[in-house]
């Protein structure tokens, strides 16, 4: 995915936002558009903000200052609920203030980019934390068609004293990372760096839709999945000015719990099916009297057997159910959830499931009388148990999916 690259102002082009020609390079100032000036900027930076009137003011002064750079037209949208003088400073610094009619940060986020007119598009926080005069190296990836989505990465940059906790640095936003890029192949080394630059067309394409701390996560997870290209320079990441907003510990929670709930094949086929194939194969060395290392595994091992083999069949039934009714980022590719997804449909379900019933209950029947008169089990009636379970287990998730499906 490409876009056709920016324009860069002319050194006699007349300035749209105040109609005068220039004879040389343009301010910061004036490459800055108002919400009246009909020129089409290039660039579009987003900033939400919550009570940011510390640092809200050198942010908008460092982004003039890398228009200025890039000598291209921008423009500043502040999508702001605050309750001090932050949007008074942002309108009288020339950005274009908005305000949110819902809370959370992703929401902000969303709310901005529907009134942003730029065909590129950056975001980051108002609290100084990031450096805006780097923008120009990651809006030329862009710009250049060599990225649809440029992020800057303070884990490969430099993190100045003060800045960021070291629980976060050294724990939080590595795991966070490592866990990202293992679910959904993103192949960044800052997966919650907030500093990014993307193209309107890629933006679309992602259908982003979360409206709290995890939108951070949502944006590179739908861009890994829809194979969007991403590439990372070094930043330099400041001390933020203001009180910090971010809860460590829930926040990452909650960043960890939508990845796990978009990716039903971590989080339910996967460990399901390695449930169920371990108790079937408890079950075979139990029953089959196999001897490992001088020993054998008893009834009690072939009844955990069996209860693993019920509990992993349930949970992987899980993973269909999540894919099918939830619409996850990563659906589950695994063999038993494109089986059930693909190939079990209500009729043919729900009869495999009587069939398996019937056998284990007819089963049963010739056996009960001796079973319930010795007062022992045997393997065969263990697995007879077993299959009974299945069977009823097959015949609701059948009709479960039929009604997940409607």
């Known amino acids: 995915m490409s876009i056709k690259k920016s324009k860069k102002v002319a050194a006699d082009e007349p300035n749209a936002s105040n109609g005068l020609d220039t004879t040389g390079t343009l301010s910061g100032d004036e490459l800055l558009l108002s919400e009246a000036s009909s020129q089409q900027p290039s660039l579009s930076v987003v900033m939400p903000t919550l009570n940011e009137e510390e640092g809200i003011a050198e942010c908008i002064q460092r982004v003039k200052n890398a228009l200025e750079e890039l000598q291209i037209y921008g423009e500043i949208v502040v999508s702001d609920s605050s309750t001090d003088d932050t949007p008074l400073i942002a309108e009288e610094m020339g950005a274009r203030?908005?305000?949110?009619?819902?809370k959370g940060y992703g929401y902000a986020y969303l709310f901005a980019f529907r009134h942003v007119r730029g065909d590129i598009i950056a975001m980051g926080d108002a609290d100084t934390t990031y450096d805006f005069e780097e923008l120009p190296k990651l809006f030329e990836l862009v710009d250049s068609g060599e990225a649809d989505m440029a992020m800057g990465s303070r884990l490969n940059g430099e993190i100045l004293p003060g800045s960021m906790p070291k629980l976060h640095k050294y724990v939080g936003n590595p795991f966070l990372t490592k866990f990202l890029n293992f679910f959904y192949g993103a192949g960044v080394s800052d997966a919650h760096s907030g500093m990014r630059v993307f193209t309107r067309s890629a933006y679309e394409e992602m259908e982003l839709q979360t409206t709290g701390m995890e939108f951070a996560s949502e944006m590179i997870m739908?861009?890994?999945?829809?194979?969007l290209v991403i590439k990372e320079l070094p930043i330099t990441y400041h001390p933020r000015?203001?009180?910090?907003?971010?809860?460590?510990?829930?926040?990452?929670?909650?960043?960890v719990r939508f990845m796990l709930a978009n990716a039903p094949g971590y989080l339910f086929s996967?460990?399901?099916?390695?449930?169920?194939?371990?108790?079937?194969?408890?079950?075979?060395?139990?029953?089959?009297?196999?001897?490992?290392?001088?020993?054998?595994?008893?009834i009690n091992s072939m009844i955990a057997g069996s209860l693993f083999t019920l509990v992993g069949t349930q949970v992987a039934c899980f993973g269909a159910f999540a894919t099918v009714a939830g619409e996850p980022i990563r659906k589950a590719e695994d063999p038993i959830t494109n089986f059930l997804t693909t190939h079990v449909d209500l009729e043919h379900g729900a009869v495999a499931g009587l069939v398996v019933f019937a056998v284990s209950a007819a089963y049963m029947a010739l056996v009960g009388f001796g079973w319930t008169s010795s007062g022992?089990?045997?393997?065969?009636?263990?697995?007879?148990?077993?299959?009974?379970?299945?069977?009823?287990?097959?015949?609701?998730?059948s009709f479960f999916l039929g009604v997940l499906s409607e």
């Open 97 to 102: 203030v908005i305000s949110p009619d819902k």
């Open 222 to 227: 739908k861009a890994g999945e829809k194979d």
């Open 241 to 255: 000015k203001g009180e910090a907003e971010l809860e460590s510990f829930k926040d990452g929670w909650r960043h």
């Open 270 to 298: 996967a460990p399901g099916l390695i449930l169920a194939v371990t108790g079937v194969i408890t079950m075979a060395i139990a029953g089959l009297g196999v001897s490992i290392n001088g020993g054998t595994f008893g």
């Open 376 to 397: 022992l089990v045997s393997p065969p009636v263990v697995v007879a148990l077993t299959t009974l379970v299945l069977g009823i287990q097959l015949i609701f998730t």
